[in-house]
Each structure stands twice: as structure tokens, then as C-alpha cells.
């Protein structure tokens, strides 16, 4: 198809003109300066790794894997945690069943609980086992760690200073992130420069640039939420309820890790365009390293934890600029490349985001995980 054809000419000339080839994100020893991060990085819309030099003297590196300091510092503080049964908040998952509504698949967030940080400590611990029917992924995305953390600020940075100075701006959130090894974030991209810092455990990264947005195949799912059965606590069982009246999300069709071989050949057969393209960019954040993420970069991540069962993370989320990158990308957004594939499965398959054929949906895709990117 011509479509086709052009578009993975695109994703090829990015590569060979600006991100590299190589499938790796460029590491760097040391902080780069405002400028070069600006010039190399921000500009070119293209992520680096700096090494663990990033974090010199942060007193969270050493600190923050002693359960008891956080324990004692975070005493008598509610924080929200995320509870999903299979750690994939803000994913697709099959549509609850009932009479009369089409089979497919929704777009389901997590039942939030706000709970004492110690209690959640223990959950976090508890639920990372694959017995577990809940996962716990302590995480919200509206400046968390500001608001529910403050009394860790002294350990971290509360801007990292040659991103500040580069961008031209404070953060406008810091989010802060504490998961164990089943938690997993779907595929999406936010409207921010994200400076990623890793504290204790690794983040595994699946990057891909706004340039290859075709190969996620975002498309439009019912919204449903994890609810927590009447009168049990935060360990019970979850199920999902679609939301009243119903409400459609654009959001990323693929799933990288398929579980089974029957449902990676699902998945091959329905988005072509993400497995038989140029393989994703990843990158490893070990504790101590920060990874610039550049707005508008679709990414999936997944976590090792440290030896306590848990990874902890802070990040920082800087405005972007709404420049002629913005620009190019949501023309090139709005190109419809519906992909000669055989037919899709209902599992698998909903309406494609470039249809606005029935729904006054904007013209532009938002697939942040906050309401309050732009
Ligand atoms: O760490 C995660 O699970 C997700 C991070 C993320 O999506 C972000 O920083 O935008």
C-alpha cells in the first residue's frame, strides 16, 4: 500500500537523520549542559540516559531502599495507591460481559485508595507476588510527590537544574512512583519533557518517536473502572464496571509482551505495522540514572525491583512547547493508514482513532494518562 510505503520511509529517514538506528538511546557519563541538552536533545525531540553522575548526592539513592526511614518519615501520611488484579492500570482489557453490549475490549483505569504510606508499603510488598488477586502500584499523576510526599523533598532534587535552566521553566509536576515487578504501564505518550530519575530497582522502557504514532493503532475504547467488591479492603477482589454513560478513550492498541503464543499471533496479525516495523528503542534506567523522555514519545514500561520487592521512581514533568513539532505530528496523525491486515479479531480490534465518523471527539488524540496535559 502506498500509504505504507511512505510512512516507513519516514520512520527510516528519523532514524537515519536524527534518533540512530541502532534501536539505543545515546548514554551519557555525565549531566549534559543546559545547551547541549537543549541543541542534542529537547530540540531534536530525542531521548538520552544520563548515568548515575545525575544523582550525585541525592540522599534518596541511599535512603530510600531502608523501609524504616520511610516509614518514619512518611508516618501518619495517606498516599494513593493504584489497585488493579494484574498490575496493567490504564490498559485494554476484554469488555465486562453482558447481554446485547458488542464483545471487544475497553479501556479500564484503576480503583484508587488512599491509604497510610505504611500500609501501603506492605501492600505494594504483598501484592507482588503472582498469587496475589490485586496488584498495588503507588503512583498518581497530579504532582503526587509534592503533595503526598513532601516530607521526602529534602532527599531529591526539586527540579533538575540543567533541564530547568534548558527548558526555561519549573517543573509543572513531580510525580513520584513505587511499584513492584507486576506493575506495567501501557503504551501512551504525554504531552510533557519528562525527566525520569530511577531510585531503587530498574524501569525497562519501550520507546518509540511521535513520528511512528501509525504503528500503535490508537483507536477509540469504552472507559471502565476497577471497582473494589462492597466491604473489602484493598486486598479483595476487583471488578470492572463500564462507565455510565458510556465515554471513549483513544489509546494504544498494542501490547509489546503478549502472554501467550496464541495471543502474540493475535497481535502480529492485528498491528503488523508495530511487529514487522523497526523495533522499538530500550532502555534500561537502573537506580541513580535519569532518562530524558521527550514529549509526545509513546511509551510502555515495566519494572525490576530492588531486594525489597519494590522499584521507586520521581519524575519530572517540564510544559513542552505547542511548536511546529506539535504541528507536523497531528497532521501526520490525521492520515488515515488502516493497514492491510487480515481480518482482526473482535478481541482485538475497535474503531480506529483517524474515524471521527459518529462522535464529536477532538480532532487531536490525547492519550495522556492526566486530564491536565495539554
Ligand atoms: O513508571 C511508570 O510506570 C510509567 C511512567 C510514565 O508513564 C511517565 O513517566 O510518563
Given at each position: ?54 544523582t550525585?548526592?541525592w540522599p534518596a539513592i541511599s535512603l530510600w531502599s531502608d523501609d524504616?526511614y520511610l516509614r518514619?518519615v512518611l508516618?501518619?501520611?495517606?498516599v494513593s495507591v ?35 504510606f505504611?500500609?501501603a508499603l506492605?501492600l505494594i510488598a504483598?501484592?507482588g ?7 498495588a502500584y503507588a503512583q498518581q499523576?497530579?504532582?503526587c510527590f509534592?503533595?503526598e510526599y513532601?516530607a521526602l523533598a529534602?532527599d531529591v ?17 513531580v510525580n513520584l512512583w513505587i511499584g513492584n515487578g507486576?506493575s506495567?504501564t ?10 525520569y530519575a530511577v531510585i531503587t530497582g530498574e524501569k ?81 534506567v537502573k537506580a541513580g540514572e535519569i532518562l ?9 514500561v515495566?519494572q525490576t525491583p530492588d531486594r525489597n520487592g519494590r522499584t521507586i521512581a520521581v519524575n519530572y ?58
Amino acid at each position: 500500500m502506498e500509504e505504507e510505503r511512505r510512512l516507513r520511509g519516514l520512520w527510516g529517514e528519523a532514524r537515519e537523520l536524527s534518533l540512530g538506528t541502532s534501536g539505543q538511546v545515546d548514554c551519557l557519563d555525565a549531566p549534559p549542559s543546559p545547551l547541549r541538552f537543549l541543541r542534542d536533545y529537547v530540540s531534536a525531540n530525542k531521548p538520552c540516559l544520563v548515568s548515575r553522575a545525575a544523582t550525585r548526592g541525592w540522599p534518596a539513592i541511599s535512603l530510600w531502599s531502608d523501609d524504616a526511614y520511610l516509614r518514619r518519615v512518611l508516618h501518619g501520611c495517606a498516599v494513593s495507591v493504584h489497585l488493579t488484579p494484574h498490575g496493567r492500570a490504564d490498559s485494554l482489557v476484554p469488555r465486562p460481559s453482558a447481554c446485547g453490549r458488542p464483545r471487544g475490549l475497553c479501556f479500564a483505569s484503576a480503583a484508587v485508595r488512599s491509604m497510610d504510606f505504611s500500609d501501603a508499603l506492605a501492600l505494594i510488598a504483598a501484592t507482588g507476588s503472582p498469587s496475589s488477586p490485586t496488584v498495588a502500584y503507588a503512583q498518581q499523576q497530579n504532582d503526587c510527590f509534592r503533595a503526598e510526599y513532601s516530607a521526602l523533598a529534602g532527599d531529591v532534587v526539586p527540579d533538575v537544574p540543567w533541564a530547568t535552566e534548558a527548558l526555561g521553566c519549573l517543573p509543572e509536576a513531580v510525580n513520584l512512583w513505587i511499584g513492584n515487578g507486576r506493575s506495567e504501564t501501557s503504551f501512551h505518550k504525554d504531552h510533557y519533557e519528562n525527566l525520569y530519575a530511577v531510585i531503587t530497582g530498574e524501569k525497562h522502557f519501550l520507546l518509540l518517536p511521535p513520528t511512528d504514532v501509525h504503528r500503535l493503532y490508537i483507536r477509540h475504547y469504552p472507559a471502565a473502572r476497577y471497582v473494589l467488591d462492597d466491604g473489602k479492603d484493598a486486598t479483595g477482589e476487583l471488578h470492572l464496571e463500564l462507565e455510565e454513560p458510556e465515554r471513549q478513550v483513544p489509546w494504544c492498541s498494542v501490547d509489546p509482551y503478549p502472554e501467550t503464543p496464541e495471543s502474540m499471533a493475535e497481535q502480529r496479525e492485528a498491528f503488523p505495522l508495530y511487529f514487522d516495523g523497526p523495533k522499538p528503542f530500550e532502555c534500561i534506567v537502573k537506580a541513580g540514572e535519569i532518562l530524558y523522555l521527550p514529549s509526545m514519545w509513546f511509551h510502555h514500561v515495566r519494572q525490576t525491583p530492588d531486594r525489597n520487592g519494590r522499584t521507586i521512581a520521581v519524575n519530572y514533568w517540564y510544559d513542552m512547547q505547542f511548536d511546529i513539532k506539535y504541528a507536523y505530528f497531528n497532521f501526520l496523525q490525521s492520515i488515515d493508514c488502516t493497514p492491510p491486515a487480515g481480518k482482526p479479531s473482535a478481541e482485538v480490534c475497535n474503531r480506529d482513532a483517524s474515524d471521527h465518523s459518529d462522535d464529536a471527539e477532538p480532532e487531536i488524540y490525547e492519550t495522556s494518562l492526566v486530564s491536565h496535559s495539554g
